[in-house]
């Protein structure tokens, strides 16, 4: 194992959710990699689409919490460069060996992937009630 693998392996954390013999190689690749990184680059990810609202959606911090909600789910799931910008911070992540697997089930690791983003900005939508520029 490599230098940076092995710092990045520490950086991450311990895996998030559980693990068990039924888990499908997406669940656990998940759970050991995907979780832990999003969790880590979550203040990026706010900063990321505080940008975002401020550069294509100016009258987002007026809306009601669900066209906040409808937002954040559409912009990560319809702008395909804001998704690919996003998918890229967690990417720069992955040691060698987990970009490998990842690119062997990229489709469905990209799915889940953004989907667990998704809710975490969904679940911290109170953060974007005013501009962090203010």
Do not use: C, W
Request: without cysteine; hydrophobic residues 40%; glycine residues 2%.
């Amino acid at each position: 194992m490599s230098q940076r693998d092995r710092f990045l392996r520490e950086f991450r954390g311990e895996p998030i959710g559980s693990v068990s013999n039924q888990s499908s190689a997406d669940e656990i690749f998940q759970n050991e990699v995907l979780r832990p990184i999003l969790k880590l680059q979550n203040d990026l990810f706010i900063a990321s689409f505080h940008n975002y609202i401020s550069k294509y959606k100016r009258d987002f911090y007026s809306l009601s919490v669900e066209k906040k909600l409808f937002i954040i789910e559409n912009a990560i799931q319809k702008d395909i460069k804001f998704r690919n910008v996003l998918k890229g911070m967690v990417i720069a992540l992955f040691t060698v060996d987990e970009y490998s697997q990842y690119i062997k089930n990229s489709s469905s690791l990209n799915k889940r992937m953004m989907n667990i983003l998704i809710e975490r900005l969904k679940n911290q939508v109170q953060l974007f009630e005013k501009s962090i520029a203010e």
